[in-house]
């Protein structure tokens, strides 16, 4: 594709160039996470070895460093997503993290016996169990938006489940399992119609596609740094201003106060109030050297490639008798579930392993969406932008061989 240096790309994988069991590596779990480029490892080996220190305490010169190199990342995550204000961006662990921060948070202040909260059919479970401890907890009630066959969401059946008593709507953009990118911008309006604010799960959006939380008005949003080329260890958790000052924190500690005495203690502003004790410093300082690896290439210009590349990988691995795609969506994202008949998804991805090819088996941390197809779980192959169709070919390959070896 011309416009996109795959070549340039690449050499700045460097774990791209190792062997795995003797061959070429072929990496195709991106939706777990992604490689790292230079720029992001040279960055932490900077931290490390140039300001370490802790973040938001000293008046030494190195805290001050480490603090405003800690801050720009908040100002370039702002930028990213185009958040209004950078004390809606709240450092977390990851999008895990930043969903039970929200669920415990606003649950405590607006959640109540006989509420709801509506998911989706196809969330990860860190957007379902967050939600049901709430439930559990509070007397509320989970829905559930189904989905049809292709992996659509039921967008009648979605406004038959918006009432007075729907206290949050918190939903996938794009399914790990699925690929399937949803109609977030529908799902946000019609709930604010309702009244009722939404969270977005981000964590297979943002290395994809242009998030806009102004253009969405979105409530809530999450992501995590290492599936967008970044560390480990760190996420983000976006609210709008006015729900953030709304909702109490969640952990007491460091960092979060303002004044503590014994018989009271006031909290910190945002987004301090958010972010108790020591975070992954190091994580969240190189989190910035992702976010500017992914704007000097272009979410729009990873899109087009990434899209032709799903495109090309659909038809070849179609082309494979008895394979079976799981989640045809119309719109879709880097990712290819699929099942073959009479062959366990374990039993290909060990022997695809051999070949030095990493897919991933089982139910992609997504059990009820394995439950609707009534199969034990997928084969799943995802894109990442520095993936080619010599994967690809190499993937395809490596299955008919599998089921030579296994039917
Ligand atoms: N949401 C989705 C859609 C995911 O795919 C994942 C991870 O696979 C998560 C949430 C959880 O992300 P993390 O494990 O980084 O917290």
Redesign the pocket.
Known sequence: MKDFDIGRIRADFPLLRREVNGKPLVYLDN??TTQKPQQVIDAIIHYYQDMNSNVHRGVHYLSQISTDAFEVTRRKVQAFIHAEHEHEIIIT?????G?NLLAQCYGKAFVHAGDEIIISAM??H??IVPWQMLCEDKGAVLKVIPMNSDGELDMEQYQALLSPKTKMVAV?Y???ALGTINPIAEIIALAHQNGTPVLV?A??AVQHLKVDVQALDVDFLVF?G??MYGPTGV?VLYGKEKWLNAIPPYQGGGDMIKDVTFEKTTYNELPFKFEAGTPNIEAGICLAAAIDYLEEIGLDRIKAYEDDLLAYATEKLLAIEGLKMIGTAEHKSSVLSFVIKGIHPYDVGVILDKLGIAVRTGH??AQPVMDQYRIPGTIRASLAMYNTREDIDALVAGIERAVKMLL
């Open positions: 939706g777990a662990k990851g999008a895990t993290d969903i969330e990860h860190s957007n996938t794009v399914s790990n799960d964590a297979q995590s290492h599936k996420g992609h941390c």
